[in-house]
């Protein structure tokens, strides 16, 4: 067992398909960033990353791309990840010089390939050693669910690339369910129906704040939710234009992504013992992630499953927390790796 020197800092990061986040092991969450990078698109040089980047998105001249390196919860562009990591973790330790023990967080869905990749790249990136945890793990103690009780706990973790379910019982996941349908799901459904309904073009930074502003999971509650004016160019004319949207039609435009994550929470439980299904039942499912803060979400999932359904604290942070609290067992995890 390796043997920790003094003033090494032991780091957990969330990194997720729309943000990453980065917990010190005694501080707390110390950064919170967009997962975009911006390149020179001719010469491959990092221009920016996080927040600087985000901005760029859907405004760079053709010399410059903003990406975002991480797709559906896994790695897509292996490089540009390798240079966002690194540089989040060196805005994080304030220390280029330091080389952390890491833990990351992954979806629960995962190939061994696409989390060797994870470790890879968390090596590469300054880790002196790098570990997983699994998302909805993480989530679940980011929430204070009591996972290592022998009582069985539901969470349902939606993010920006994957919405990741499972029942969680004696510090081990029981059944689960990882699905690549998730925000940005939400956000592509938003951009379509305006386009097909409108005739407006619209871009993924307002399809997000459409979402914010008024996003519901019920079409029928969406009737109380004003309009919305949104900027796009006229399909039609090829111009500027501003058009009103309602949020029956939002509603409407991600039904389907709704029922994804309402089968992903019904097959999870016809999963599960019948004893943690009554754990389920007494306790609740628990939802976290930017997903959670949907409106309604939580009283549609409540009503097609016939079970209580809670946002955690924090939601969005609660992944970071988690991974952060695993560090603790750190030592543990090196024995079984």
């Given at each position: 067992m390796a043997v920790f020197k003094m003033g090494t800092k032991n780091i957990g990061i969330d990194l997720g398909t729309a943000n990453t986040l980065v917990y010190i092991d005694g501080e707390?969450?110390?950064l919170s960033e967009p997962s975009v990078v911006a390149k020179n698109s001719r010469t491959g040089e990092i221009i920016s990353v996080?927040?600087?980047?985000?901005?760029?998105?859907?405004?760079?001249?053709?010399?410059i791309t903003a990406i975002r390196?991480?797709?559906d919860g896994v790695i897509a562009d292996y490089d540009t990840t390798v240079a966002m990591m690194q540089y989040f973790i060196e805005k994080a330790l304030g220390d280029t010089n330091a080389k952390p023990y890491v833990m990351v967080c992954v979806?629960?869905?995962?190939?061994?390939v696409e989390k060797r990749a994870v470790i890879d790249a968390t090596r590469v990136a300054g880790a002196r050693d790098a570990y997983i945890i699994?998302?909805?793990f993480a989530a679940?103690?980011?929430?204070?669910?009591?996972?290592?009780d022998p009582t069985g706990s539901m969470v349902v973790d939606i993010g920006g690339g994957t919405t990741d379910v499972a029942t969680i019982s004696l510090g081990g996941i029981v059944s689960s369910r990882s699905i690549r349908t998730a925000g940005d799901r939400i956000n592509d459904a938003i951009i379509a129906y305006v386009r097909q309904h409108y005739n407006l073009l619209i871009g993924e930074r307002t399809a997000e704040q459409v979402k914010i502003n008024i996003g519901s999971a019920s079409v029928a509650k969406a009737k109380d939710i004003k309009n919305m004016a949104i900027r796009g160019r006229d399909l039609v004319t090829g111009l500027p234009k501003t058009v009103d949207v309602t949020a029956v039609d939002i509603a409407k435009s991600m039904e389907d992504i709704v029922s994804d994550i309402i089968t992903a929470v019904k097959e999870t439980l016809e999963e599960t013992s019948?004893?943690?299904a009554a754990d389920v039942i007494d306790h609740g499912i628990v939802l976290t992630g930017g997903g959670a803060l949907l409106r309604n979400l939580a009283e549609v999932i409540s009503d097609a499953t016939k079970v209580p359904v809670f946002i955690a604290q924090d939601?969005?942070?609660?992944?970071a927390i988690g991974t952060g609290e695993s560090l603790k067992n750190i030592d543990a995890m090196k024995k079984h790796k």
């Open positions: 707390g969450i110390v996080g927040s600087e980047a985000r901005d760029m998105i859907g405004r760079t001249p053709a010399s390196p991480m797709k979806p629960s869905g995962v190939t061994e699994e998302e909805p679940a103690i980011g929430a204070g669910l009591p996972v290592m019948p004893e943690i939601p969005l942070d609660c992944v």
